[in-house]
Each structure stands twice: as C-alpha cells, then as structure tokens.
C-alpha cells in the first residue's frame, strides 16, 4: 500500500470543488476553523505550532498537560458531527483537498479510497484501519494526536468510513502503549454515550514490532496470522483483511482528512504547499533541545526555522536524518534553507516519510549512531526473505566494523553493492529503508569515513537521542490482542 504518488493537481487547480459536486461540510457543525494560516506576528513563529497553540490545525486545542480533549470540548471548539455525505460527493471533495499519506509512503488517500469504494461495489464489504501502530521508534507524532485529540481521530476514520461505505473501523494501536490505549477506550465510551449513527469502532493492540505498521502486515495481523508483511498482487485496498477492501490510512492522514471534511478543500490547501497540501507533524529526535517534540509545520518554512525554534541550533548541523530510521542522511548545510514541503523534499533526495527531522548532535559520531540504527533495523525484520535475512545483517556487521574503524575500502565496496543488492529485492519497503539509511551515510558522511579509515575511529560515540526499544523483539511476535475483532 505505501506508493510513492504525488497529488496531480495543484493548489490552484482545488480551489473550491466543481459545481454540482455534493459538498461536504459533512462534520462542520459550527465550530471554529483552526487558523493554520498567518495571524500576523514572527512569520516563522506563526508557521510552526506544538501542541496547543492556536495557530495550528491538528495541535491547536488544549494544551499538552491538559491530556486527552474530552469530546465536549472537542465539539466545542470544532462542531458537532452533523450530517454525513456519503459516496462520490465526498471522495471527490476528499480528491480536492489532495491529503497525501502520512505514514511514510505519501500515496494519496483519495486514490485509495476510490480503490476501496470500487472493489466494494463488485466484492466484499470494506474496512477502514486507521495505522496507529508508530513503530518508529523516535517517532512520536501518532502517538501524540491519539493522546491528546483522539477524538479528531476518531472523526476522521468515520469520514474515510462514510466515503467508502464501510461499516467497521478498526484502530489498530501499539500495544505496548497502555496510556494511549486508555485514552482510546474512554473516547469511544464517550462517544458510544451520544448513540450517534456511523461505524462500529474496534481498537486491536499491534504487536511491538517495526513491521507490524507495514500495511500488508496490518492485514496479517488482523488475520491472525501475526505481523508478517508480504508481497501482494493487488493492493490491499481492493482486498485486504479477509478479502474485504482495506483502507489502511495512517492516524495522521485521518485527522487532517476529519478537519478537511470540516472545513472544505480549499481551507485545506490554505497550509502547506501546492504539491504537498496541509499541514504536516514533524517529530524532533537526535541533537535538539526537546527529543520527540513534536511541531506542526503550516507553511514551507525553511528547516532552519524549524531547528532553530524548536531544536536550539543556531546554523546547520553536520548532517540531518530525515524521514525515519529508514531515511536518509541529508548534509545540514544543504537542508538548513530548504523548505518543509513533503513534495520539494522528495523530489531533493530527503523524503519526510513519517516526518522525523533528526539533526546529529555535534561530537557525535555518525557512523556510531548509523550502526546502531541499522542494527535495530536488521533485527526488526520478520525474516522472511533473502534481503532481511542475509543483506540487512551483513550490512549491520560492516557497519559496525566501520564505526570501529576496522574496516577497509574493500568492506566499503561490499556495503556498497550490499545496499544495492537489497533495495527493491524483499516483499515489502523494509530493506530499502535500511539500504537508503546505508547509501546515505556512506555519501553524506565520508569525512566521518576518511577519519576512521585514517584513526582507526573518531572518539565519538553514537550519542543524541536516537531511542531503540530496549530488548526488541527479534522473532515474529504475538498475535495482536483486541477488543471482538
Ligand atoms: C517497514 C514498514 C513499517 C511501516 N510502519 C508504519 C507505521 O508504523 N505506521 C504507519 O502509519 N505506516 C507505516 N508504514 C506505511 C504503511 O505501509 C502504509 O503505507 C501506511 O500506513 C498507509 O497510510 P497513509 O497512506 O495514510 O500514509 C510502514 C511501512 C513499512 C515498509
Ligand atoms: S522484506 Fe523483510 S520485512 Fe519485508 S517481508 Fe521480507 S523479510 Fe519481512
């Protein structure tokens, strides 16, 4: 299901939706429109919202200690739910407002609804999942919408059920995230309060493990079958979870996708940028002043304002990862003017994925921190095929024998064609996370390579915050636990 589409029209191009079109103020029941725009004041300020502050779209509401907005107060400041369009009306507004993915594919949603609603009318009945499982490990902006606005959630995955008809949703949560999972159960009891019409909401507890989010292997999961991706020749959209239609959508994507139902395409488009509309939630790992802070980007700001506010740097780091574990290293000074636009930072090489900005710490040995991501990545694989099994491993072994400068231009050519080797070969995105994470430090890193070939090591360490679950699992894990699923 992760693709690499970019929307196909721009900004110009939504506008208002086409006349006739059925329009959605499906959930608008007079609440406020979060700004996401300019207020005046600092513009860099003003573009940039951690939770609570009222300029953002996804994080304005109540502050962060204030926990989990009730759903009074979310109707409050939102509107109620009022009336659901179902069908074409609403794909179409939802094709308008142009949400791209995201969970680190950036496939637009629209698309995959129209799969699931047309597989529908000829199969099986759909299914909404809504990917909470964040097994990024520094990742924390799922985490941080389900539990402070689980309600926005909640909406959204009602939207994506009313657009493809689907009379089921399931929340599929990290298991190992108790507090979340609270939060969850009271928001649906609240909501089951008001006897309100629309899909039956199951939550299902993911196994801990890095591929369980995979959406191949959500589908496995929710089979029974434990978190196993797997390469499959029609998406899981047409047919996923007991051969019914699946709309797997990241939480993310659901909650822009309840407030672009609110509040139209064109609202929608007012933040981000023309090939990437919407806001977009950073979360900060790494070097910075508050690891897993997690910011909503309004505007395409550059980085620099981005780590300046909220990372405490004050120029460029050495090297930024950009896009998760699985991402690429990303020169500081290159990135340091760049915009946060999804659509320009993937056609420049740095794909904001599930959108970790992780700048290295100065002192800290890239090389170090590389290995130990690697590391994490080759034990978090099901397996299964010859790329996770042999290419991931080897690949962390070299890497940890560059890192202790014990490795020569011979082993640099194996890791070299090792990377190549593994991209594209496995059934799922796994191995080329960690092939791109190699290719990258091995190019944006080299001084750091010169050094060690030359010392024998740098004296730095892989420090900065760069969290790997303590004692991971290594082996398939457990079925997931839920509630009637
Ligand atoms: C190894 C791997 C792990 C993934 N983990 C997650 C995850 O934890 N959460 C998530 O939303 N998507 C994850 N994805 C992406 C999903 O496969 C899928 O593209 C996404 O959930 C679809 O939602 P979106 O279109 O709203 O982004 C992962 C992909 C891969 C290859
Ligand atoms: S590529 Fe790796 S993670 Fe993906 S299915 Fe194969 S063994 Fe599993």
Same mark, same amino acid.
């Given at each position: 299901?992760?693709?690499?589409?970019?929307?196909?029209?721009?900004?110009?191009?939504?506008?208002?939706?086409?006349? @006739?079109?059925?329009?959605?103020?499906?959930?608008?029941?007079?609440?406020?429109?979060? $700004?996401?725009?300019?207020?005046?004041?600092?513009? !860099?300020?003003?573009?940039?919202?951690?939770?609570?502050?009222?300029?953002?779209?996804?994080?304005?509401?109540?502050?962060?200690?204030? !926990?989990?907005?009730?759903?009074?107060?979310?109707?409050?400041?939102? @509107?109620?739910?009022?009336?659901?369009?179902?069908?074409?009306?609403?794909?179409?507004?939802?094709?308008?407002?142009?949400?791209?993915?995201?969970?680190?594919?950036?496939?637009?949603?629209?698309?995959?609804?129209?799969?699931?609603?047309?597989?529908?009318?000829?199969?099986?009945?759909?299914?909404?999942?809504?990917?909470?499982?964040?097994?990024?490990? +520094?990742?924390?902006?799922?985490?941080?919408?389900?539990?402070?606005?689980?309600?926005?959630?909640?909406?959204?995955?009602?939207?994506? +059920?009313?657009?493809?008809?689907?009379?089921?949703? =399931?929340?599929?949560?990290?298991?190992?995230?108790?507090?979340?999972?609270?939060?969850?159960?009271?928001?649906?009891?609240?909501?089951?309060?008001?006897?309100?019409?629309?899909?039956? =909401?199951?939550?299902?507890?993911?196994?801990?493990?890095?591929?369980?989010?995979?959406?191949?292997?959500?589908?496995?999961?929710?089979? !029974?079958?434990?978190?196993?991706? $797997?390469?499959?020749?029609?998406?899981?959209?047409?047919?996923?979870?007991?051969?019914?239609?699946?709309?797997?959508?990241?939480?993310?994507?659901?909650?822009?996708?309840?407030?672009?139902?609110?509040?139209?395409?064109?609202?929608?488009?007012?933040?981000?940028?023309?090939?990437?509309?919407? $806001?977009?939630?950073?979360?900060?790992?790494?070097?910075?002043?508050?690891?897993?802070?997690?910011?909503?980007?309004?505007?395409?700001?550059?980085?620099?304002?981005?780590?300046? *506010?909220?990372?405490?740097?004050?120029?460029?780091?050495?090297?930024?990862?950009? !896009?998760?574990?699985?991402?690429?290293?990303?020169?500081?000074?290159?990135?340091?003017?760049?915009?946060?636009?999804?659509?320009?930072?993937?056609? +420049?090489?740095?794909?904001?994925?599930?959108?970790?900005?992780?700048? *290295?710490?100065?002192?800290?040995?890239?090389?170090?921190?590389?290995?130990?991501?690697?590391?994490?990545?080759?034990?978090? $694989?099901?397996?299964?095929?010859?790329?996770?099994?042999?290419?991931?491993?080897?690949?962390?072994?070299?890497?940890?024998?560059?890192?202790?400068?014990?490795?020569?231009?011979?082993?640099?050519?194996?890791?070299?064609?090792?990377?190549?080797?593994?991209?594209?070969?496995?059934?799922?995105?796994?191995?080329?996370?960690?092939?791109?994470?190699?290719?990258?430090?091995?190019?944006?890193?080299?001084?750091?390579?010169?050094?060690?070939?030359?010392?024998?090591?740098?004296?730095?360490?892989?420090?900065?915050?760069?969290?790997?679950?303590? @004692?991971?699992?290594?082996?398939?894990?457990?079925?997931?636990?839920?509630?009637?699923?």
């Amino acid at each position: 299901m992760s693709g690499t589409g970019r929307h196909p029209a721009g900004a110009a191009e939504r506008g208002a939706p086409a006349a @006739g079109t059925p329009q959605l103020h499906l959930l608008h029941g007079g609440g406020a429109r979060p $700004s996401g725009t300019l207020l005046g004041g600092d513009a !860099g300020t003003r573009h940039l919202a951690t939770m609570g502050m009222p300029w953002g779209r996804l994080l304005a509401g109540p502050p962060a200690d204030r !926990g989990a907005e009730d759903l009074a107060s979310h109707e409050r400041r939102l @509107g109620p739910v009022a009336a659901v369009v179902e069908g074409d009306g609403l794909r179409r507004t939802i094709a308008d407002a142009g949400i791209v993915g995201r969970g680190g594919g950036e496939f637009p949603l629209a698309a995959k609804l129209r799969t699931a609603a047309e597989a529908a009318a000829v199969t099986a009945v759909p299914l909404v999942v809504v990917n909470g499982s964040e097994g990024e490990p +520094a990742s924390r902006k799922d985490r941080a919408l389900l539990e402070h606005r689980p309600h926005l959630v909640l909406d959204g995955a009602e939207v994506a +059920a009313a657009a493809v008809g689907a009379p089921d949703v =399931v929340l599929y949560v990290h298991g190992g995230r108790p507090a979340v999972v609270d939060v969850l159960r009271r928001a649906l009891g609240e909501r089951s309060g008001q006897r309100r019409a629309g899909p039956t =909401v199951h939550l299902v507890e993911t196994p801990d493990r890095y591929v369980a989010g995979e959406s191949s292997a959500v589908v496995a999961v929710l089979e !029974g079958r434990g978190p196993l991706p $797997s390469r499959r020749r029609v998406p899981v959209a047409a047919a996923g979870v007991g051969g019914r239609p699946t709309v797997v959508a990241n939480v993310e994507s659901v909650a822009h996708l309840a407030l672009a139902a609110r509040f139209g395409a064109g609202w929608f488009a007012e933040a981000g940028a023309p090939g990437a509309p919407g $806001s977009t939630l950073v979360t900060l790992a790494g070097g910075v002043s508050v690891p897993g802070l997690v910011v909503e980007v309004l505007a395409p700001v550059p980085v620099a304002d981005l780590l300046r *506010l909220h990372g405490g740097w004050d120029r460029p780091p050495s090297a930024v990862l950009v !896009g998760g574990y699985g991402g690429r290293w990303v020169p500081g000074e290159a990135l340091w003017p760049a915009p946060v636009d999804r659509a320009a930072l993937r056609r +420049a090489g740095a794909p904001l994925g599930c959108g970790l900005v992780a700048p *290295l710490p100065p002192g800290a040995c890239g090389l170090a921190v590389t290995a130990r991501l690697l590391r994490f990545l080759a034990r978090e $694989s099901a397996g299964q095929c010859g790329p996770c099994a042999f290419g991931l491993p080897a690949m962390a072994d070299a890497f940890d024998a560059l890192a202790g400068g014990r490795a020569g231009r011979g082993e640099l050519r194996r890791l070299q064609r090792a990377a190549l080797a593994t991209r594209g070969s496995g059934d799922c995105g796994h191995p080329d996370g960690a092939a791109d994470l190699v290719e990258s430090a091995l190019h944006v890193l080299s001084d750091d390579l010169t050094a060690h070939a030359r010392r024998g090591g740098c004296g730095g360490g892989a420090t900065g915050w760069f969290p790997v679950p303590r @004692g991971h699992a290594t082996a398939a894990g457990p079925v997931a636990r839920g509630d009637g699923w």
